[in-house]
C-alpha cells in the first residue's frame, strides 16, 4: 500500500473557525492532491500540488487554501469553516502528473456545527 | 469538461454471480483507474488501465480507448466484494474525474 497517512482522521468543528488538514506521504511522489466526496458528486478536486511550493486550483478550491513546504506534506487549510465543507476529504498521490496513477490516502471526515 | 458515466448505478448480486460494471467517457483520455470503495470509507486501487485488458484474481478490466469505454468484470462474487465502484479518467488536466460509481451489494 502506498505510504499515506491523512490527519485527523474525524473532527467535528464551529462555523467560522479555522481547520486545517495534513497529508503526509512517504512514497517521495511529486504530485499531491486534495478531493472531497459528497453524496451525489463523487470526489471532486479541491488543488493540487505539482513539487514544493507549487500549487494550483482544482474544481472546488472556493473556500481553501493549500501550502506545501515540504516534498512529503501537504496542507488544506478551511479559512473559516462553513456548513457547506461538511465532507470526507481525500488525499492522493502520484509519481508524475498525466496519466500516472493515483494512490488514496484513508480519508477524513468533517463536521462543520 | 470530460463527463464519465457509470452504469448500473446499483446493482445487486447474489454470492456466486457474475458482473459487469460500465463507464463511457466522453474524450481521449490518458489515465482510467478503477476503484473499490470499501464500507470502511478507504478507496482501494483495483485497475489502472487506460488501454487494454487486465486481470487480479477474481476481478479483470478492459478498456476501450477508441470507444471511449471500459469495463470491470467481477466473477463469482463474495460478500467482501460489496461497496461502491468507481471509475475515474484524466484528460490531460492532472485532475482525476470520478464517476458517481456503481454500488455493488452481495447477499449470501
Known amino acids: 500500500d502506498a505510504g499515506i497517512t491523512q490527519s485527523p482522521r474525524h473532527k467535528v468543528t464551529e462555523t467560522g473557525t479555522p481547520v486545517t488538514l495534513r497529508c503526509h506521504q512517504t512514497e517521495n511522489h511529486r504530485y499531491m492532491y486534495w478531493y472531497r466526496q459528497d453524496p451525489g458528486h463523487g470526489l471532486r478536486l479541491i488543488h493540487y500540488?505539482?513539487?514544493?511550493?507549487?500549487?494550483d486550483k482544482g474544481e472546488v478550491s472556493d473556500g481553501y487554501s493549500v501550502s506545501r513546504s515540504k516534498t512529503e506534506d501537504f496542507l488544506l487549510t478551511l479559512e473559516s469553516a462553513t456548513s457547506s465543507q461538511t465532507s470526507v476529504y481525500f488525499c492522493?498521490?502520484?509519481?508524475?502528473?498525466?496519466?500516472?496513477?493515483?494512490?488514496f490516502g484513508q480519508g477524513t471526515r468533517l463536521t462543520v456545527v | 469538461g470530460i463527463q464519465v458515466e457509470q452504469s448500473p448505478p446499483d446493482l445487486i448480486l447474489q454470492e456466486g454471480a457474475n458482473s459487469t460494471l460500465r463507464c463511457n467517457f466522453s474524450?481521449?483520455?490518458?489515465?482510467l483507474q478503477w476503484f473499490h470503495q470499501n464500507p470502511w470509507g478507504q478507496l482501494i486501487n483495483l485497475f489502472y488501465i487506460p488501454s487494454g485488458t487486465k486481470q487480479n484474481g477474481r476481478l479483470s478490466a478492459t478498456t476501450v480507448a477508441t470507444e471511449r469505454y471500459s469495463l470491470l468484470y467481477i466473477s463469482s462474487s463474495q460478500t467482501t466484494d460489496s461497496g461502491v465502484y468507481f471509475c475515474?479518467?484524466?484528460?490531460?488536466?492532472?485532475?482525476?474525474?470520478f464517476g458517481k460509481g456503481t454500488k455493488l451489494s452481495v447477499i449470501p
Open positions: 500540488s505539482y513539487g514544493v511550493k507549487d500549487t
Open positions: 492522493a498521490i502520484s509519481g508524475r502528473g498525466g496519466g500516472a496513477e493515483a494512490f
Open positions: 474524450d481521449s483520455v490518458n489515465n
Open positions: 475515474a479518467v484524466e484528460a490531460g488536466s492532472y485532475q482525476l474525474t
